[in-house]
């Protein structure tokens, strides 16, 4: 399609169909096919949910994520409330985000990707012409469904930093209305997809922090007019953007990471304002010079709360278009359902079908993969062994990969100075006044069931309750409440009881906490 340059810039904006390469950025490889492959799986997250079929209630509910609907109709009661959640309807997105510059002609380019949807009418051949219809079975035996479908759009904007830095440039990102049929065999009817025009539009801007620091700023709104704010979500909702994010690349810059960022830019990555979506850094943490994971070459800004790089599973072999998909559970459900369920899900969208055939046609081999894979919690480091907090020289924790040595039913902690184990008696001195279970177990005794690292590198205690009736149950079942070493004091200056002998059934139940858990079981 034809160019539209903004005046008075160098930037190009470039209305699609369909994702495409950028016109400056990574090149294509493996970084591009990551970057592509999570975006698209933000594009279409909810898009249709199992078991695919229009019968379905949960299908009836659409369109969750990103969803960029006309301002008079989302503020029909009020103002929205910002947040970076997504899952909220909003008629604006606003990103945030800093880069580094290394060159003096850096340039960015904003790919802004949503679904325009598009209504699918059956058609019935009636005398004189064609009559609306809800399903239309042809003389093939295949059933049709009016449903609504999306179409894939993107508006893409390549500009020179130093423009930026001058000037905003606002473009037009909307997709115009459109109307395509197709015939039904042997003349039974027709198939009639039709889009209203959706108007929308992109500023970007640029301020300097320092010397080649800069925040960057692209805020996408849907600029439609609403006639009537009362119509119901479904009817707005041909107007609006929907699972609307944004990926940013560029040549001669480098993004930083919001989540974690690095030493001395914590006050500007907390100064950046998102609303609607968030930023994360695209590509492996790998990438490119430095490779510290604090920095990478793209950013994807999602609905979707993601963390910085996120990579599609190799194993996955396709989208299930289901939030937080497990595709080996889906993919098993998918096949079991009925001839008669396969076809309804064929007949209700395109994508569904796909899916369908995908999972009809997988090889043993690609579903095996399914079943999951291990790999590495945490890099293996390189060198001597370091000195873990107590002193202790750092090994390989108990639950990762070819991990040797101590477990959670031998390995001791630091606690006042005493050596505490599996088997230690010690007193309950929880931290968090506020949280009931800490008010009922401050002062009260109990025994060290395990010590336990978690995957950030933290170490938690189990302890059983000495006068919980139900203590021994829980011991053989693995439930254990889990405290810091600084929430907890020896009972006894006597060093931990030696390690009960392989196989006992206690230490085969234990499960390791998270660093979120509480006290409770």
Request: charged share 25%; with cysteine; proline share 10%.
């Amino acid at each position: 399609m034809p160019d539209a340059v903004a005046a008075r810039s160098a930037a190009r904006a470039v209305a699609v169909d369909a994702p495409e390469p950028p016109a400056d950025g990574p090149s294509p490889g493996p970084l591009a096919d990551r970057l592509s492959a999570v975006a698209d799986a933000v594009l279409y997250e909810g898009y249709l949910l199992y078991p695919y079929r229009r019968s379905s209630p949960k299908n009836r509910v659409r369109w969750q994520f990103g969803v960029l609907l006309p301002r008079a109709w989302v503020e029909r009661d009020g103002p929205v409330t910002p947040g970076v959640s997504g899952s909220a309807d909003s008629w604006y997105q606003r990103t945030e985000c800093l880069l580094r510059a290394g060159r003096d002609d850096a340039a960015v380019t904003v790919r802004v990707r949503y679904l325009q949807m598009q209504h699918k009418q059956v058609e019935q051949a009636a005398p004189g012409g064609h009559r609306p219809v809800d399903s239309l079975r042809t003389a093939d035996g295949v059933c049709h469904l009016t449903f609504d479908e999306a179409v894939p759009r993107e508006t893409r904007l390549t500009v020179a930093l130093d423009d930026l830095l001058r000037r905003e440039l606002t473009v037009e990102a909307g997709a115009a209305a459109g109307e395509e049929t197709e015939d039904l065999p042997s003349g039974a009817g027709r198939v009639v997809r039709s889009r209203r025009q959706v108007h929308a539009r992109v500023t970007l801007t640029a301020q300097r922090l320092g010397t080649d620091l800069v925040r960057l700023r692209v805020r996408t709104e849907n600029t439609g007019r609403c006639p009537d704010p009362s119509v119901p979500r479904d009817r707005a909702l041909r107007q609006a953007l929907i699972a609307t994010h944004t990926l940013i690349t560029g040549s001669g810059v480098r993004f930083v990471s919001l989540i974690d960022p690095p030493a001395g830019l914590a006050d500007a990555a907390g100064d950046c304002r998102n609303e609607f979506t968030f930023p994360v850094l695209g590509g492996g943490p790998d990438s490119g010079p430095g490779g510290d994971g604090q920095a990478a070459p793209a950013v994807l800004s999602a609905p979707i709360l993601l963390p910085d790089h996120p990579q599609v599973a190799p194993e996955s072999p396709g989208d299930l278009h289901d939030a937080a998909e497990i595709d080996e559970i889906l993919t098993l459900r998918t096949m079991l359902l009925t001839d008669e369920e396969k076809a309804e899900a064929r007949a209700t969208d395109p994508r569904a079908a796909e899916i369908l055939d995908r999972v009809d046609t997988m090889p043993a081999e690609v579903l095996a993969r399914l079943h999951g894979a291990i790999r590495s919690l945490a890099p293996a480091s390189a060198g001597a062994p370091a000195a873990a907090p107590d002193g202790a020289p750092e090994r390989p924790a108990w639950w990762q990969e070819d991990a040797a040595g101590p477990s959670p039913a031998t390995d001791t902690v630091l606690v006042d100075g005493v050596r505490v184990g599996r088997g230690s008696r010690v007193r309950l001195r929880p931290r968090r006044g506020a949280d009931a279970q800490d008010m009922f177990l401050a002062g009260r005794t109990g025994h060290v069931a395990g010590v336990f690292r978690d995957v950030d590198g933290g170490v938690q205690v189990a302890v059983t309750v000495d006068d919980d009736p139900a203590a021994e149950l829980h011991t053989w079942y693995g439930r254990f409440h889990y405290f810091r070493p600084d929430e907890l004091e020896p009972a006894d200056p006597s060093p931990p009881p030696a390690p009960a002998p392989d196989g006992d059934a206690h230490t085969r139940t234990t499960t390791p906490p998270t660093p979120s858990l509480d006290h409770g079981q």
